[in-house]
């Protein structure tokens, strides 16, 4: 990768770092595995979602 894009993605990861940390401050460690496991089924339901509508969009 290019130096200045190595920059912009370490930024860019550095800031999903700190999102992360804002939004799950406070919360026990049970409730942090909760969040994880039920924001993992929403984008599972999403990719599959848009793997679906694609499949009928292609068909069309």
Known sequence: MLDKAE????A???V?????Q???SGLT???THM????FNK???NAEEYL????ERVDES
């Open 16 to 20: 999903q770092k700190q999102f992360a």
């Open 35 to 38: 969040c994880i496991k039920v």
């Open 51 to 54: 793997r679906k509508y694609k």
């Open 42 to 44: 929403i984008c599972n």
């Open 22 to 24: 804002n939004v799950l």
């Open 7 to 10: 920059l912009i993605v370490e």
């Open 29 to 31: 460690e049970e409730e």
């Open 12 to 14: 860019g990861i550095n």
